[in-house]
Nanobody, 119 residues
Framework: QVQLVESGGGLVQPGGSLRLSCAAS????????MGWHRQALGKQRESVAT???????NYTDSVKGRFTISRDNAKNTGYLQMVSLKPEDTAVYYC?????????????WGQGTQVTVSS
């Protein structure tokens, strides 16, 4: 099992910045392909950014150039740096770990952290 706990969300004005953290326990995240997803009120959950165990990253078009996903395997923590935030970024943000180690696989999610972008 991998337990994931997000933090760093909050209320920020348009144009502001936030850094989300995803602290993992139970297993090493170096065996995870990690991702950040978000779900706005009344909308489906969407993938925002992913980073493979090898460090390759991918972003949804709406956040490219504004969001940066990273990981610190030594701290067993993932991050999402968000700048130039827009009201449409308002959502609950979830951290995800797709764990693979030989034949052992798992799909783990955190409980989410609220990000509200508003003046």
């Amino acid at each position: 099992q991998v337990q994931l706990v997000e933090s760093g969300g909050g209320l920020v004005q348009p144009g502001g910045s936030l850094r989300l953290s995803c602290a993992a326990s139970g297993r090493a995240i170096r065996f995870c392909d990690m991702g950040w997803h978000r779900q706005a009120l009344g909308k489906q959950r969407e993938s925002v950014a992913t980073i493979t165990s090898g460090g390759s990253t991918n972003y949804t078009d709406s956040v490219k150039g504004r969001f940066t996903i990273s990981r610190d395997n030594a701290k067993n923590t993932g991050y999402l740096q968000m700048v130039s935030l827009k009201p449409e970024d308002t959502a609950v943000y979830y951290c995800r770990c797709l764990y693979t180690l030989f034949g052992l696989r798992g799909d783990y999610w955190g409980q989410g952290t609220q990000v509200t972008v508003s003046s």
